[in-house]
Nanobody, 120 residues
Framework: QVQLVESGGGLVQPGGSLRLSCAAS????????MGWYRQAPGKQRELVAA???????NYADSVQGRFTISRDNAKNTVYLQMNSLKPEDTAVYYC??????????????WGQGTQVTVSS
């Protein structure tokens, strides 16, 4: 079973940037599409960015043009570069492998997530 460890969150001012990392254990990481999800207080978890095995990406409308997902299969790591951050981006961010395209149903157990807080 793959285990996921997210890192890189923190407190940032509006307009700032953060880069999140998700390290996966195991040796089959490269066969999975991966996604970054977030959950704000009182809201459902949502998929904000996804990347296929081959590197094709897609984004939620709310982050299109501001966030960039990437992966390094040699390091078993997926990244989320977040620019032009807004207060509404505040949430706990998680990575996981979506069960199907665009799905919030996932393959692995959730990690602990990393908190992103955008505030002045």
């Amino acid at each position: 079973q793959v285990q996921l460890v997210e890192s890189g969150g923190g407190l940032v001012q509006p307009g700032g940037s953060l880069r999140l990392s998700c390290a996966a254990s195991g040796n089959r990481f490269s066969i999975y599409a991966m996604g970054w999800y977030r959950q704000a207080p009182g809201k459902q978890r949502e998929l904000v960015a996804a990347i296929t095995r081959g590197g094709s990406t897609n984004y939620a409308d709310s982050v299109q043009g501001r966030f960039t997902i990437s992966r390094d299969n040699a390091k078993n790591t997926v990244y989320l570069q977040m620019n032009s951050l807004k207060p509404e981006d505040t949430a706990v961010y998680y990575c996981n492998a979506p069960l199907s395209r665009g799905s919030t149903r996932v393959i692995f157990d959730w990690g602990q997530g990393t908190q992103v807080t955008v505030s002045s």
